[in-house]
């Protein structure tokens, strides 16, 4: 008898939710699905987009995209894969690879690749010393955009020094320039980035050919740095709780006190508090600006926007350095650590050919993971907060002039729709009609607002269209890690333990405790000393938070994501990856924690 | 014998390349003692004791030649014969001198009572692959010096099975120069024990080390009677990221009075793993030692006491994947960017 081959529904059968055509429609026609993507594979992006998409922020995926696919196809000329499709149903974004497999193409790929990529990879530190002073100055830029704003006349001294231009059109050209610096810097985040993962890959495939039970987490931790700046916001708050000591501030940060409420009180503890507070400064610029998401969603908002994560650490830290405890990251002893996994594995090997291979390609991957592992804080986290706030900002000025009720509704508008409406506004302060947006938006939104949560309660295949035979696309593997053998697991979902999740065996070592389901940052609070942390995304903003828990287990990320690294350095195990546990494991149930295994089985 | 040459030798006296005079396994067990590892204290008897004894068996009743006159393929002339031949062994005192040197050796390593184990020490390489493999005999928990020195012969006895005879002969190996060497080594009343591998041996990962164990004692294991729990721990980072706990129906328990038995596993303990973490971490690290001691990877039988106590009871060279060849898994590049291609250029 023949059995069923499994499989998953075509684009053309995944229907727009009743109710919700009218949003759907709003996102761009180029993000829609079309019948000819019916022959083609997709798969659903939740390790960077795990909830619906507002339509302001697929601008996110357009800008990555354009830029990703740009780099692959036309800069670097990676041979064997060019850009990435995308579209976008019920809020959900699905892409799919474009591989070359045209072997007379592919070929002369090859020629053009070894011209561009090679190059990169000989200049590799001169290049990316240069692409962090481009960095430094687009962020520059982006800081010193003007405050919006539309006064009754304009300035008397801009007519006397004949300027010609008047105040309106400095919205226009501010919020081109925020769109255009937003597109320019996905650019800068894939100057290097494929390339660094590819050195990155050689080296893991041969670890897997040499030993083939070595685990992915173990690999990692053999070409981490230390010096990486994820951990430096981090490293602030310990610092700032160590400062809060010397200066004899720590009575004043009391576990369960707001931000707000702290600031207050050492505002008004004299020249002590005060000092305490310049320390604050220097660590909040640059450092504070990393946002609590992994920068795709505009309400995932940075440090400097929200204290209370920050500040919720320092009364633990203040409480470890008075019992005694070094709260310092062991950056010798990690060193020292890496130092013995790469010589021990070196000693292992088989033969002086393998081992002469694994000290080129170490050698490789050691030198361009910096830039893996520290572009995401120049442009995941500072340059798209500073971005987002500017949009933020036309929002305020949006609602002031009676658009909309809400200044953050702006993010239910397409980066068109905000021009339309910024136009609209220029408009009606030039011509001083009222503007024709007040009574435009405000259905809009709210039909939008209702579509999100909408597709927010629904399930969403994990892939759609045809299943290939193999995925060997470069990009898909190393910036998704989606492999056959993933889609074989999507494809038995839900036939195993009912009480099981698998994940990606991000940390090793098994823990039982209670599961505390944090859903957002404002949810940090519950966290317990030894409870186990079940959250969508795992990120290194919450790096403070690993000091009170005995585990962390995500819905999303892979085995090199930011939370891994992090629960390695704290010797905490980890799951990563799982799907949906933040769906299926209920607040307080205890849990296992398997982080060797990348298994959490739920107790009861 | 010469009076000079001793009929016993104590396992801190011997190594490796003692094989001719004290087998692979004595000799290897001498090896391990040496390199300050635990194992169970011990002696051998030395193959002279084995070499001096058929000499007098065959001079009053020939027996050498007998075997080499025997057809491999007349399987019911080999049993009759072997069978008359093992007899006599079993029969025939030892050599005063031996006897008492064997029996004073063993006052020192075991007080009245104290069960010992006697295990053959073949001296050929040939005896201990796999087609030779289980073909001499170890006794357990022997207890008083009649019934050690009954199973030294009995070891002996072994060399002249149907199996082992049919195997000389198919070879046409020479019956002058096989001898054996017989342990007499301290018992273990092992908690738990089992085997380990110090590289995969499903993958051939020389980077992780197998373990396998179950309760009582480690013949269980190796036999095949129980299926044991089963970890990988990994060489460099300990980590452990394989843990199968199997249901352990039975475990093998001395016997009051000498000997083993199966019995059944006390529930609470059946689906229990035998060994903590502390205890993996142990097993590795001896594995390594014992690896690096002999510079190549190492297939292990272990064994731990009633007090914790961990002892290896056999350590010698992993045969599966040590004969294959394997090509090397990359080698060096002129230009290391090279390497790249594997990943973005299509080629595997």
Redesign the interface.
């Known amino acids: 008898m023949l059995q069923k081959v499994k499989g998953f529904p075509l684009p053309s059968s995944v229907k727009v939710a009743p109710g919700t055509e009218g949003a759907q429609a709003a996102y761009p026609y180029y993000m829609q699905f079309e019948p000819g993507d019916d022959q083609r594979f997709w798969f659903y992006n939740s390790m960077h987009f795990p909830e619906p998409m507002t339509v302001f922020d697929m601008v996110t995926a357009e800008a990555a995209y354009v830029a990703l696919g740009a780099s692959n196809t036309r800069v670097h000329s ?3 894969t060019k850009g990435i499709d995308y579209r976008i149903i019920n809020g959900r974004v699905y892409i799919g690879g474009n591989g070359v497999t045209d072997p007379a193409e ?1 070929d002369q790929r ?1 020629g053009e ?2 011209q561009r ?2 190059y990169y ?2 200049n590799w530190e001169r290049l990316y010393a240069q692409w962090k002073g481009k960095m430094g100055r687009l962020i520059a830029d982006a800081e010193a955009l003007p405050k919006l704003e539309l006064p009754e006349f304009e300035p008397l001294e801009n007519v006397h020094a004949g300027k010609g231009v008047a105040s309106s059109h400095t919205l226009l050209e501010t919020w081109q320039k925020s769109i255009e610096g937003y597109f320019r810097m996905w650019h800068h985040h894939f100057e290097f980035l494929l390339l660094g993962y ?2 990155y ?2 080296f893991f ?2 670890c897997k ?7 992915d ?2 690999i990692a ?1 053999m070409v981490a740095g230390f010096e990486a700046e994820i951990f430096r916001p981090d490293d602030e708050v310990k610092r700032l709780s160590r400062r809060a000591i010397e200066l004899g501030v720590d009575h004043k940060f009391i576990d369960g006190m707001s931000a707000d409420e702290v600031l207050a009180s050492l505002r008004a503890s004299g020249d002590a508090g005060q000092s305490w507070l310049d320390e604050l400064e220097t660590s909040r610029n640059p450092w504070f600006n990393v946002n609590v998401g992994d920068g795709f969603y505009h309400y995932h908002r940075s440090w400097n926007d929200d204290l209370s994560l920050p500040f919720a650490a320092i009364p633990d830290y203040i409480a470890k350095i008075r019992a005694g405890e070094n709260i310092d990251r062991p950056t010798e002893k990690l060193m020292a650590e890496r130092q ?2 790469i010589e ?2 070196r000693e ?4 002086d ?2 081992r ?6 170490i ?2 991957a050691c030198r361009v993971f910096p830039y893996v592992e520290g572009h995401k804080f120049y442009c995941e986290h500072w340059y798209t907060n500073l971005f987002f706030n500017k949009v933020r900002e036309f929002g305020g000025l949006l609602a002031q002039h009676g658009f909309f009720d809400d200044g953050e509704d702006v993010f239910h508008l397409s980066r068109y729709e905000v021009e339309q409406a910024i136009v609209d506004l220029m408009t009606s302060w030039g011509n001083g009609s009222p503007p024709r947006g007040l009574t435009r938006w405000r259905p809009i939104i709210a039909q939008r607002k209702a579509a999100i949560t909408t597709w927010a309660a629904m399930d969403s295949s994990p892939a759609l269209g045809e299943v290939p035979d193999i995925i ?1 696309d ?1 990009a898909i593997v190393m910036l998704w890690g989606i492999t056959r053998e993933t889609l074989d697991s999507w494809l038995h979902q839900g036939e195993g333990d009912p009480n099981e999740l698998k994940g990606f ?1 991000a940390s ?1 070592g098994v823990v039982e405790g209670t599961a505390r389901v944090v859903r957002s940052v404002q949810e940090i609070g519950k966290l317990k000393q030894g409870d186990i942390l079940v959250c969508q995304v795992t990120n290194p903003t919450w790096a403070p938070v690993f000091q009170k828990i005995a585990a962390a287990v995500s819905d999303i990320g892979g085995s090199m994501s930011h939370a891994a690294i992090v629960a390695r350095e704290y010797g905490l195990p980890a799951v990563v990856g799982t799907g949906r546990a933040t769906e299926r494991i209920p607040d307080g149930a205890r849990i296992r924690v398997d982080g ?2 990348g298994i959490v089985t739920i107790l009861g | 014998m010469s009076a000079e040459t001793p009929v016993v030798a104590w396992f801190d006296a011997i190594g490796l390349s003692d094989r001719p005079a004290v087998g692979g396994k004595g000799g290897s067990l001498g090896e391990l003692t040496r390199a300050g590892i635990a194992v169970p204290p011990g002696l051998v008897v030395r193959t002279e004791a084995f070499e001096q004894f058929v000499v007098a068996l065959d001079a009053a009743e020939p027996l050498r030649a007998r075997i080499e006159a025997l057809d491999p393929d007349d399987l019911d002339a080999v049993s009759a014969v072997t069978a008359k031949i093992r007899a006599r062994i079993e029969q025939t005192s030892l050599p005063a001198a031996a006897d008492a040197a064997i029996r004073s050796a063993l006052a020192q390593l075991a007080g009245d009572g104290q069960p010992v184990a006697v295990r053959s020490s073949a001296t050929t390489e040939d005896a201990e692959d796999a087609s030779f493999a289980g073909l001499q005999d170890t006794y357990l928990w022997v207890i008083g010096a009649d019934q050690v020195v009954a199973k030294v012969r009995s070891c002996w006895a072994s060399l002249y099975s149907v199996e082992s005879v049919c195997y000389r002969r198919k070879h046409g190996l020479p019956e002058v120069g096989v001898a054996m060497g017989v342990v007499i080594q301290r018992m273990v009343d092992a908690r738990c024990a089992g085997v380990m591998f110090t590289r ?1 041996p499903t ?6 080390i197998t373990i396998e164990g179950a309760w009582g004692l480690g013949s269980a294991v190796v036999s095949g009677e129980v299926t044991p729990d089963r970890w ?1 721990v ?4 300990g ?5 199968d706990i199997s249901d352990k129906h039975i475990r093998q328990v001395p016997t009051p009075g000498g000997g083993i038995h199966d019995e059944e596993t006390p529930a609470d303990l059946r689906r229990a793993a035998c060994l903590t973490d502390a205890e993996l971490q142990a097993l590795k690290d001896v594995g390594r030692q014992a690896e690096r001691h002999y510079g190549r990877p190492q297939d292990i039988e272990w064994a731990i006491d009633q007090d914790g106590a961990l002892l290896l009871l056999q350590s010698r060279p992993e045969t599966v994947w040590s004969t294959k060849e ?1 090509a ?6 002129a230009n ?2 090279a ?8 080629r595997k």
């Open positions: 990676l041979p064997t592919i090859v690749f070894q990529a090679f990879y000989e590819g050195a890959m050689v495939e041969f050919k040499a030993f083939p039970e070595i685990t987490q173990t931790r013995a996994l021990g594995y292992l090997l088989g033969s050919d393998e002469g291979a694994y000290d080129q390609m050698a490789l060997d470069p065996a090793s060797g295994r | 995969s993958t051939g990962d020389r980077s992780v990988v990994a060489k460099l980072t980590e452990i990221p394989v843990r394997a090397p898994v990359a080698a060096p590049q290391p960017l390497h790249l291609m594997t990943v973005f250029g299509g």
